[in-house]
């Protein structure tokens, strides 16, 4: 079942909103995803210097996505964002090894943050379509993920300048029937 249809069976009903965090470092491809998840045009973009909401319909949810840029002076008010947030998605750019250290560091104080706790979490492996690009796999090793346990996580694949892999992360599959209850917890509070 993919992520989406689980939130469409836990909220109350098909017109209430879905809050997705989008993060990442700057270049890492935020902005472009949001565009190509809005099927909008891609050709001219510009850094983020605050950030950009949008509201996107997806398989009958209106997902409200607020993409925060990734500039190091902008980083310490992500905070800002996680109230409420249902989804977090993370987006690295995996053709840019000399930033994997920084990017680790930043998911990891992101999945400290007590307003994240269980928050499900979404990596796009991001710029595939790059003859240098890490593969997902090797990504998801590097930054230890297999540690994870206090939420589901997937990672995934994807060009945004291409859109591929971009709608199979949307629609991730979730295997572990915990994800159920850690989003009524997160609903009834």
Known sequence: MGLLSILRRLKQSPEQEVRLLLLGLDNAGKTTLLKQLAAEDISHITPT???????VQSSGFKLNVWDIGGQRKIRPYWRNYFENTDVLIYVIDSSDRKRFEETSLELAELLEEEKLAAV???????????????????????LNLHTIRDRMWQVQACSAITAEGVQDGMTWNICRGTFYSVLRQRKSV
């Open 49 to 55: 210097q605050g950030f950009n909401i949008k509201s």
């Open 120 to 142: 499900p979490l979404l990596i796009f492996a991001n710029k595939q379509d790059l003859m240098t690009a890490t593969p997902a796999s090797e990504l998801a090793e590097s």
